[in-house]
C-alpha cells in the first residue's frame, strides 16, 4: 500500500469510525432523500479525508462524487436484477464481478494508481475480490 500521497494528515480508524457513527446518530429516523443524499456525500467525503488525505483536491472529490453516484445506480440496478434472477434461477456472479470492475475503471478515472489502491484496498491492476459466494448451488430435481 503507497505510504504518502501528498493529499496532507488522513484520518484514524478511531477518527473516521467515530465520525461515521456522529454522522449516522445525527439523522431522523425517516430521513428524506435529500438527507440521505447528504449523509453518503458526507460519508465519501469521509472516506477521502481517512484513505487519501484532508488536501484531497475539491475537484476531484466532486468527481469522485459523481463516480460513486454513477457506480451505485448500477449497483441498485443488479440488485433488482439480481432479485429477477432469483425467481428464474440464474446466477448473479458474472453481473457482480462487472459491477466490481466497472467500479473499479470509474474511480480510476479521478484516481491515480497508488491512489486507487489506497481508495479501494486494490493493489493496481488488480480487480476486489467479490463478498459474494461463487460456487453455484445445485439445482434442485
Known amino acids: 500500500m503507497p505510504e504518502e500521497l501528498g493529499h496532507g494528515p488522513r484520518l484514524t480508524d478511531d477518527e473516521y469510525e467515530r465520525r461515521i457513527i456522529e454522522l449516522h446518530r445525527s439523522l431522523p429516523p425517516m430521513p428524506t432523500k435529500a438527507q440521505d443524499e447528504e449523509v453518503r456525500r458526507r460519508e465519501l467525503e469521509l472516506a ?30 443488479l440488485g433488482f436484477k439480481h432479485l429477477l434472477r432469483r425467481l428464474f434461477g440464474q446466477p448473479l456472479v458474472r453481473d457482480a464481478q462487472r459491477l466490481a470492475g466497472y467500479a473499479v475503471d470509474e474511480y480510476a478515472k479521478v484516481l491515480s494508481g497508488p491512489e486507487l489502491e489506497r481508495f479501494l484496498g486494490v493493489p493496481e491492476g488488480q480487480r476486489p475480490a467479490l463478498p459474494i459466494d461463487t460456487d453455484q448451488p445445485e439445482k434442485k430435481r
Open 48 to 77: 477521502i479525508d481517512h484513505r487519501l488525505g484532508r488536501d484531497f483536491p475539491r475537484e476531484r472529490r466532486d468527481a469522485l462524487w459523481t463516480v460513486h453516484q454513477r457506480v451505485e445506480k448500477k449497483r441498485l440496478r
